[in-house]
């Protein structure tokens, strides 16, 4: 953003353009690894596989559902841990397996009946861009690709996997003026 009037948070300075758009937000779309998980993968001998989460996430996720803004995981791989955390959390738009992140996107704000713009999006890696062009506010996690980084509207503090969601969260609520009020849940 080349907004110079920023604002304070806890995160760091923000452009105030962010806090802006992140007013209209009412879907918030994640993807998973290198946004939700910090992109490693672990299997084991069985050919089981892993990933770790941030509690912190999952907290900044559900303040965001109990304060009445939807979540939706739009991911390339499919993974059956990835569909107990959503049911874990209580996301119940789940898309996995999308190799076209974008149709996912028109399917979902069809079935809510919001406009692109009421939307954020948080990518890492360059199949998300299509959807981040298109959203009201297009995140990048700090540690995203690095062509990535200079095409996002605003890009975390924090890495991927170490609260960069809860970050995205806190900032929408803030925005909304619902921070202080948001109520979460630890898991």
Known sequence: MHDTSRIDTCYGPVDEVVLQRARDIRLLICDVDGVLSDGLIYQGNQGEELKAFNVRDGY???????????????????????????????ISHLYQGQTDKLSAFETLLGKLALTASQVAYI????????VMARVGLGIAVADAHPLLLPKADYVTHIRGGRGAVREVCDLVLLAQGKLEDAKGQSV
């Open 60 to 90: 900044g996720i559900r303040c965001l559902l109990t304060s009445g803004i939807e979540v939706a995981i739009i991911t390339g791989r499919s993974a059956k841990l990835v569909e107990d955390r959503c049911r874990t959390l209580g």
């Open 123 to 130: 990518g890492d890696d360059l199949i998300d861009w299509p």
